[in-house]
């Protein structure tokens, strides 16, 4: 992967952006790794969730096209392990909402089958909805 | 004790037997808990973003209702309402800015006043009940039936919420042993079971529930307890999915700890509802000698 590096990408709008969203401080992360040793989806991940972090530092909006943060399943097990104390679960959040909120869903509501439908409790269909629908 | 009670949607769905035998043996050791009047949904996910208030007015709006009904606590079972609501609270208690906005938005309410609390009955049995009561209402004997307890993420993530050590917890483990069944110590009791990731990607799901229920199986578990709806369908119903991808796999029941307890405090059978969860723990309760047969015919 070809990334140029200045310092004018990483205080870009897009990095304010997701700080802003986030409310955390991408900065204090110094790449200890211990979000993406613990993470549960880690295995199918393009990006390692400390490589998010790392191309949102560097203000690398190609991580906006990347599985990885909709793979994410909010369980904070990176939140609560962070010796820097980021929330990467909000980090992650913050990436999903930039392509949400124009109006794009990951989660196509009419492909799930209808035999899913029949036995997917209300938890579940709530809860993915509100994480990957506008 | 009364305390009014938020149910949720999916006690009132697939999660039926989890409020059944909740309430049944919250009763038999003096807990009431009153269905809270026209509560609405809390979300499932609490909101991570620092500028979407209006995910936070469901979970508020349920806080309101408390406040009518003249109390000041609330109880709930499932994980994620309990996780949701209890964040939503917190914010809100931290921020009067935040909550004087939620507030003039719901202006045909009365205003939330910050100070309700919301407890999960896990943290009411410890802290109101103590176990060792609880242990002396026991009644049905277990016979070394192995119990592996499953946390998941909502109940001990993150930590300002949690009700116990995010990465140790013992509260589960407490509950099992006074009930007089034998914990067994699996290290992926905290690990996520991918949670909605069940409605588009069924194999990452087979994937979390083979690792999860598999160590537990190895390590002697007959079956997991938990205290999540969304656990309860990944790690049990889709062990039907899980044996499809990974033909090795061979799966245990899934219980909530209310069944456990109903079971233990001698009702169980009418209030379990064991036949609405994919693996049906029926056989080997039989086979333990914990039910007789027959009577999971009414074990309903």
């Known amino acids: ?134 | 004790m009364k305390i009014p009670y938020y149910p949720g949607c999916t006690l009132k769905a697939q999660g039926l037997g989890f409020e059944t035998s909740a309430i049944a043996s919250a009763k038999a050791v003096d807990i009431e808990m009153m269905e809270l009047q026209r509560w609405n949904c809390c979300g499932t996910v609490f909101s991570l973003a620092s500028d979407d208030l209006m995910h936070y007015i469901a979970p508020i709006r349920n806080f309101i209702r408390v406040q009518e009904a003249g109390y000041d606590k609330v109880v709930t079972l499932c994980s994620m309402c309990y996780n949701t609501m209890k964040r939503a609270n917190l914010l809100v208690k931290n921020d009067s800015e935040k909550l004087k906005t939620l507030n003039d938005f719901m202006y045909r309410e009365e205003d939330y006043k910050g100070n309700v609390e919301i407890v999960h009955l896990l943290e009411l049995l410890r802290d109101e009940i103590g176990f060792e009561t609880i242990s002396k209402k026991v009644i049905r004997k277990f016979n070394e039936l192995k119990v592996a307890p499953y946390y998941g993420c909502m109940l001990t993530r993150p930590k300002e919420v949690g009700i116990d050590d995010w990465e140790e917890p013992q509260i589960m483990e407490n509950l099992i042993t006074a009930l007089g069944a034998e914990v067994v110590d699996d290290p992926m009791r905290g690990e996520c079971c991918g949670a909605y990731h069940t409605v588009n990607s069924k194999d990452l799901v087979a994937e979390r529930t083979r690792m999860i229920v598999t160590s537990a199986k190895n390590r002697g578990a007959d079956i997991i307890v938990l205290s999540c709806p969304l656990c309860e369908f990944n790690l049990g119903t889709r062990q039907k999915d899980t044996i499809e991808i990974y033909s090795d796999f061979s799966g245990i029941p899934v219980l909530y700890f209310t069944q456990l307890m109903a079971l233990a405090l001698g009702m169980g059978k009418e209030v379990c509802r064991f036949d609405l969860h994919y693996v049906d723990p029926r056989p080997l309760l039989i086979e333990k000698g914990i039910i007789e047969e027959g009577e999971e015919k009414n074990a309903r």
């Open chain 1, 1 to 134: 992967m070809y990334l140029k590096l200045s310092v004018k990408n990483t205080e870009s709008d897009f990095v304010k952006k997701i700080e802003e969203i986030s409310g955390e401080n991408l900065m204090k992360c110094n790449q200890c790794g211990k979000c993406s040793a613990g993470c549960p989806s880690v295995s199918r991940m393009e990006s390692l969730p400390n490589q998010v972090i790392r191309r949102v530092q560097l203000g690398d909006e190609s991580v906006l096209e990347d599985d990885t943060i909709w793979l994410c399943a909010s369980c904070f097990t990176c939140a609560v392990r962070c010796p820097k104390g980021v929330d990467l679960s909000k980090v992650m959040e913050a990436l999903r909402l930039l392509t949400l909120r124009k109006n794009v869903n990951y989660t196509q509501i009419e492909k799930i089958p209808r035999d899913e439908l029949e036995v997917l409790p209300p938890i579940a269909l709530v809860s993915n909805f509100r994480k990957m629908t506008s």
